[in-house]
């Protein structure tokens, strides 16, 4: 198990505590991504997802072969020649990847820009959303596929590991993005930070095994 993993196994306590639950006034919603889309995906929120098998299928093998011909007749009896089901999923994970693929807009591309000093929960938050992406990408065998935005974020990132606030659980979830994209670069400078800066944190005694 890589390194990254039992770190963030002992941060999950941690991190529980600041996941928020879903508004009880949650409406799901239909979205569009592709508007010629000929799939949709169902969200784990209730929420429909139309998008471009084509697409997904040049991003992503795994993808190819959920939606070929011998998986959807699985013999469940449910036709999913036009939807595809994805209750495992977070839902705001598949969104912000399908978008992505799509060459839309990254719903999270405002994150930090032009913030001189975001607060340390804002650069936590940006870094968790950063690592399911990268995670769900990695299931789906389609990380090169998002590997610029990830490299950006990353990069902008970097710039705040120097601050002395940055917490240590942040810096965990951020050598787990490198390290699945394998940049080099980034992991080396987070560990660093985490090994300098919270040697007496009781998550970084992992860091020695």
Known sequence: MPAYSLLL????????????????DFVPYHEGIEADGDRTLELADQSKLRVSSAVLCRASKVIKAMLSIRWLTSGD???YSK???????????????????HNRRDPYADDL?????P?????SQCA?????????????????SVELTADAILAALQAH???PDMQPLTLIRLMGVAYLFKQQRHFTIFTQRMVLDHYDDPTSNLLSL
């Open 161 to 163: 590991s120097m601050r």
């Open 113 to 117: 820009r032009g913030v001189m000093h």
């Open 128 to 144: 968790q959303r950063l690592l399911d992406l990268a995670e769900l990408a990695d299931m789906l065998d389609c990380l090169a």
């Open 9 to 24: 196994k002992a941060g999950n306590t941690a991190s529980a505590l600041t996941q928020s639950s879903q508004p009880s």
């Open 83 to 101: 939807r595809l089901p994805l209750p495992d999923d977070k839902p705001e994970v598949v969104r912000r990847l399908c978008r992505l693929l």
């Open 119 to 123: 607060s340390p929960k804002a650069i």
């Open 77 to 79: 009896g449910i036709d």
